[in-house]
């Protein structure tokens, strides 16, 4: 059997042998799973949850008396520190690697499951000392060190929600999420390293927390960079002294399965980013399939996502998902260009990486180097690849299938969100792949593509995307906002979660992504409310009106554009560019440097809606010189 073909005019690439002989989920096993969710999900649902340990096992599947708000497992008591951790100890995994962590400079470190296993306990029992326990909210502002993948782990154990905070975010961010949670603890590091640079985080923290914000009771601050910090000494605390003295076994606390495990913020189009919560129970049943069934983890992977701790991938694909698969995860703090465009494929070939997990902007940007890189690099451990968080096109598809999967390796899009917690449509090792399209849901998992008012389209037709049953990784609501929760996901009634996406079906049933259909801009696969741009422009006194649009970038698919309205003190100055650089700069410090603004045009008029809201979609239209598809409009 050849393994490419075109068939209808689509490149095609079939499994290759050696890939459906060894694959955890063979074809006719995938069929099956297939055929026997869509009878009965909850059924399969319950066999996934059978595979992981309980402290005690729900009464019910699904309880869906409250739907929106369904609940997995009612009745159920657990932790996903158990799962992840405590009962590998008991097994071979005790003495295998957990963690292989290198830092940008080089220096690198390892941790077995028994070492990870003592340090999560010794910062356990140091937070229960400071008065943290079951509910709490815990703000973590770290980079990617060893200690954000402990302090998860131990804020789980405890009982304690942690809320990561992307540390390129600006200390406003931080305080609003500090303030909004009632946060008791926030830990965070000296510094770090990227591209190069030392970028100092505890100045940002101290700037945050400065005047009436009274929550906050302890930092902790990691030594990660030898940074001499300013040491508040009623407030801040030294990782390493705290730790030092505990003791390296701790109770797990016995949490009910819906018992919240973290809050992550993500953008939605109107106000602030909302948190959104997930829970033990659900998050970890889909996780643990999703590893073994989807990435197809075997006993010596070594397994790289490189998604950052503080974003969804980095939360289900660093941390809780390799871990309960019980196998080796890595993780790396610095930048894929330092020192050199190789870096990545240096890393690959050093740890011997089994299962490579990236997103589209990182492969583009490494594919504009060229591949005298990846030739550099023995590549050949690799038997995997993944890609999450916007589309592939066809070109950048095939440069990292052939050039660093050497045409050996299945690569697959995974659809998702944060708040699906984990892959929802996927391809899996064994699918037959087609570049650009994320495949099928995955068992248990059902999608429609509808119009407006959730009626069914034909396959070739353009729709929203909505997830027409509940599924166990599901976001559990939205921090304090119950209404919200309500009106953004199940708009059209509990059985139709609308995912804000638009989406279309081939004639094989394969699923393609067209990209969002609310004003959400996807900026290095990092999601960002175009109002949110908008109301940090609006916080400069130049700014009058102002409307953001996200234009297409070839590096990052896509950049903020914003056409700004001066306020007549500054319409009339002369040097137009020192404007643009000033609101540039007030822009990055208000929300740091993923909000990428790439270009400012101003004018004297906005196009507005009936009801005088700022139409986007015709300043986009007029910029990419489309037509606007006012079928798929939702807004008046
Ligand atoms: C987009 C990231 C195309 C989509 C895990 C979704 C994708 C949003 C893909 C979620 C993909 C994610 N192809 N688009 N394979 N995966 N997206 O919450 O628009 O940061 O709604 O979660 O990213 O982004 P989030």
């Known amino acids: 059997m050849k393994d490419t073909e075109v068939i209808a005019e689509e490149l095609v690439f079939r499994p290759l042998p050696h890939v459906v002989i060894e694959a955890n989920v063979n074809p006719q096993e995938f069929a099956t799973a297939q055929s026997a969710a869509a009878a009965d999900y909850l059924a399969y649902w319950e066999d996934a949850a059978h595979e992981l340990e309980w402290f005690r096992k729900w009464d019910q599947v699904?309880?869906?008396?409250?739907?929106?708000?369904?609940?997995?497992?009612?009745?159920?008591?657990?932790?996903?520190v158990h799962n992840a951790l405590d009962r590998h100890i008991a097994t071979a995994n005790k003495n295998k690697l957990a963690l292989i962590w290198e830092g940008e400079a080089g220096d690198s470190k390892k941790f077995t499951y028994y070492e990870l296993y003592r340090e999560v306990n010794r910062l356990a029992n140091a937070m229960r000392s400071l008065g943290i326990g079951k509910g709490d909210r815990v703000v973590l502002y770290l980079p990617?060190?060893?200690?954000?993948?402990?302090?998860?782990?131990?804020?789980?154990?405890?009982?304690?929600?942690?809320?990561?905070?992307?540390?390129?975010?600006?200390?406003?961010?931080?305080?609003?999420?500090?303030?909004?949670?009632r946060a008791k603890l926030v830990i965070t590091a000296d510094g770090f390293?990227?591209?190069?640079?030392?970028?100092?985080?505890?100045?940002?923290?101290?700037?945050?927390?400065?005047?009436?914000?009274?929550?906050?009771?302890?930092?902790v601050v990691v030594n990660r960079a030898n940074l001499d910090v300013d040491m508040s000494e009623a407030r801040d605390m030294c990782y390493d002294a705290l730790v030092r003295q505990e003791h390296s076994e701790a109770a797990t606390e016995i949490v009910s399965a819906d018992d919240?495990?973290?809050?992550?913020?993500?953008?939605?189009?109107?106000?602030?980013?909302?948190?959104?919560?997930?829970?033990?129970?659900?998050?970890?049943?889909?996780?643990?399939?999703?590893?073994?069934?989807?990435?197809?983890?075997?006993?010596?992977?070594?397994?790289?996502?490189?998604?950052?701790?503080?974003?969804?991938?980095?939360?289900?694909?660093?941390?809780?998902?390799?871990?309960?698969?019980g196998t080796t995860t890595v993780m790396y703090e610095g930048h894929p260009l330092y020192p050199q465009a190789d870096r990545m494929w240096d890393i690959v070939a050093r740890y011997g990486i089994t299962i490579l997990y990236t997103v589209p902007t990182v492969i583009r940007m490494l594919m504009r180097y060229g591949t005298q890189y990846p030739r550099m690099h023995d590549l050949s451990t690799l038997r995997l690849l993944g890609s999450v968080g916007e589309s592939l096109s066809r070109d950048v598809w095939l440069w990292f299938y052939k050039n660093i999967g050497h045409s050996q390796c299945p690569l697959l899009d995974t659809w998702w969100q944060t708040e699906t917690g984990t892959c929802m449509i996927t391809p899996f090792p064994v699918s037959v792949l087609k570049p650009g399209a994320v495949h099928r849901p995955m068992p248990g998992v059902s999608i429609a593509l509808t119009?407006?008012?959730?009626?069914?389209?034909?396959?070739?037709?353009?729709?929203?995307?909505?997830?027409?049953?509940?599924?166990?990784?599901?976001?559990?609501?939205?921090?304090?906002?119950?209404?919200?929760?309500?009106?953004?996901?199940?708009?059209?009634?509990?059985?139709?979660?609308?995912a804000g996406d638009i989406a279309r079906r081939d004639e094989d049933g394969l699923v393609w992504i067209h990209g969002r259909s609310d004003d959400i801009m996807n900026i290095a696969g990092h999601r960002i409310a175009n109002q949110e741009v908008e109301n940090a422009f609006l916080t400069h006194k130049a700014v009058a009106e102002v409307a953001v649009i996200g234009v297409?970038?070839?590096?990052?698919?896509?950049?903020?554009?914003?056409?700004?309205?001066l306020q007549p003190d500054f319409a009339v100055l002369d040097d137009?560019?020192?404007?643009?650089?000033?609101?540039?700069?007030?822009?990055?410090?208000?929300?740091?440097?993923?909000?990428?603004?790439?270009?400012?045009?101003?004018?004297?008029?906005?196009?507005?809606?009936?009801?005088?809201?700022?139409?986007?979609?015709?300043?986009?239209?007029?910029?990419t010189g489309t037509d606007i598809d006012i079928s798929l409009i939702t807004e008046d």
Not at 63 to 78: I, T, V
Not at 308 to 319: L, M, Q, R
Not at 597 to 621: D, H, M, Q, W
């Open 62 to 80: 699904l309880d869906a008396s409250q739907a929106p708000a369904y609940r997995w497992f009612p009745g159920a008591q657990c932790n996903i």
């Open 451 to 498: 119009d407006s008012q959730g009626k069914s389209l034909p396959a070739g037709e353009a729709g929203h995307l909505v997830i027409t049953r509940p599924w166990p990784s599901m976001l559990l609501g939205l921090y304090g906002k119950e209404e919200l929760y309500q009106h953004t996901y199940w708009p059209l009634g509990i059985d139709m979660y609308w």
């Open 193 to 219: 390293y990227r591209n190069g640079h030392l970028i100092s985080l505890k100045t940002i923290v101290d700037e945050a927390l400065m005047g009436d914000c009274d929550c906050v009771e302890t930092v």
């Open 260 to 325: 919240p495990l973290f809050i992550l913020h993500t953008s939605g189009t109107t106000g602030e980013p909302k948190g959104v919560i997930h829970g033990h129970a659900g998050y970890m049943v889909c996780l643990h399939r999703s590893l073994d069934w989807i990435f197809d983890i075997k006993p010596t992977d070594i397994f790289w996502c490189t998604g950052d701790a503080a974003w969804i991938t980095g939360h289900s694909y660093v941390v809780y998902g390799p871990l309960i698969a």
């Open 552 to 565: 297409a970038d070839k590096i990052k698919g896509e950049v903020a554009k914003a056409f700004v309205i």
């Open 144 to 181: 990617l060190i060893p200690q954000t993948m402990i302090a998860m782990l131990a804020c789980a154990k405890i009982g304690a929600i942690h809320c990561t905070v992307f540390a390129g975010f600006s200390a406003k961010i931080l305080r609003r999420r500090i303030t909004e949670l």
């Open 576 to 623: 137009r560019n020192e404007v643009i650089r000033m609101l540039k700069n007030h822009v990055r410090k208000e929300l740091g440097p993923v909000a990428v603004v790439r270009s400012i045009e101003f004018v004297n008029t906005l196009p507005k809606t009936r009801s005088g809201k700022i139409a986007r979609r015709v300043l986009k239209a007029s910029e």
